[in-house]
């Protein structure tokens, strides 16, 4: 009996549709062509705790850590007969932390610079038996060294107000912060420094009055220490009677981390030295206001300002 063909077909193995194999091998990877390296650890928190510890012993060199607070306040009568207008703008050294700090303006008559008042400290009132109730009386003990000094930065409040009445335009005042670019001329051809040449100033907002008559700073001569400040006087709707229209402004003033060598306050020092004298022009910041019209004594324009300095010298206490 012959024997039958075996068909391929039945050599087959079926599997059921839900089988899964229990192989779980996974295939071999490519030859890896880098050796493995452990991942380095980033120390950067240490870094950065040693390199504030480094900094710490540097400014520690310079003096404890001091603040001062000082104002000053302006009006019509300190302005004299010309009062505040276009042509004569307001400046100070923003810099200078010491008491020989003063205002500049313009004297009309001969266009040079005139030197007006200085910082007060405050609150004044507290003097005498009163001085006992001064909660700032840390703070101002101390003063700025007339040797040297590290400033580090100024917090000023400013204050302006007058009388309006609601048909009365706009009155716009503006404080530029700036410093120069390089070492500018000061001799009988040329007088661009401040404040002796504060005249080159004017005319910096004399929008309202005589356009024509417009001034600009020079980008040449002058960069910007920081963002120039508008104060806006309107009066509010519905406010026909004479009133008083009060604005503030908040702004602050950082500086290099660059010592200013004052040297006034010592044994070979002249008579005449001051801050102006002793350090670069280069190194000086300026503060201007500059005003958009002609005051009158009847607008009563006032202005005022407080500054809390921050710096460090050899010869104070830390507060």
């Avoid at 910082?119 to 005498?128: C, N, Y």
Wanted: charged share 20%; glycine share 2%; proline share 6%.
């Amino acid at each position: 009996m012959p024997y039958a063909k075996k068909s391929m077909r039945s050599s087959r193995t079926t599997y059921r549709p839900n089988y899964r194999s229990k192989n779980t091998n996974k295939p071999v990877s490519a030859i890896q062509k880098k050796r493995w390296v452990p991942k380095q650890v980033k120390n950067t928190m240490s870094i950065n705790t040693l390199a504030k510890q480094v900094k710490s012993l540097q400014v520690s060199k310079l003096g404890p850590y001091q603040k001062r607070i000082e104002a000053f306040e302006l009006d019509h009568a300190d302005m004299g007969t010309n009062n505040f207008n276009y042509s004569r703008p307001i400046c100070f050294q923003l810099n200078d932390f010491t008491s020989d700090c003063k205002l500049h303006t313009l004297n009309p008559s001969t266009h040079s610079s005139q030197t007006m008042k200085g910082w007060s400290s405050i609150p004044s009132k507290f003097t005498g038996a009163l001085a006992k109730y001064d909660q700032f009386w840390a703070t101002n003990d101390c003063e700025v060294s007339k040797l040297r000094y590290l400033p580090i930065k100024c917090d000023y409040t400013m204050t302006v107000s007058t009388h309006m009445t609601e048909q009365d335009m706009p009155r716009w005042i503006r404080v530029d912060f700036i410093k120069p670019n390089k070492i500018l001329p000061q001799s009988g051809s040329h007088a661009l420094n401040l404040p002796e040449g504060i005249f080159s100033f004017s005319d910096l907002l004399n929008t309202y009055a005589q356009p024509h008559r417009v001034n600009a700073i020079n980008p040449i001569l002058w960069r910007k220490c920081a963002k120039s400040k508008w104060i806006n006087l309107k009066a509010s709707a519905g406010q026909s009677s004479t009133t008083d229209v009060i604005r503030h402004a908040k702004f602050s003033i950082r500086f290099p981390n660059k010592v200013i060598n004052v040297e006034t306050d010592t044994p070979y020092s002249y008579a005449n030295d001051t801050i102006l004298t002793n350090i670069p022009r280069k190194e000086q910041m300026w503060a201007i206001f500059s005003f958009d019209r002609q005051y009158v004594a009847t607008d009563d324009l006032k202005i005022g300002m407080t500054r809390t300095m921050h710096w460090r010298d050899e010869h104070g206490a830390a507060n």
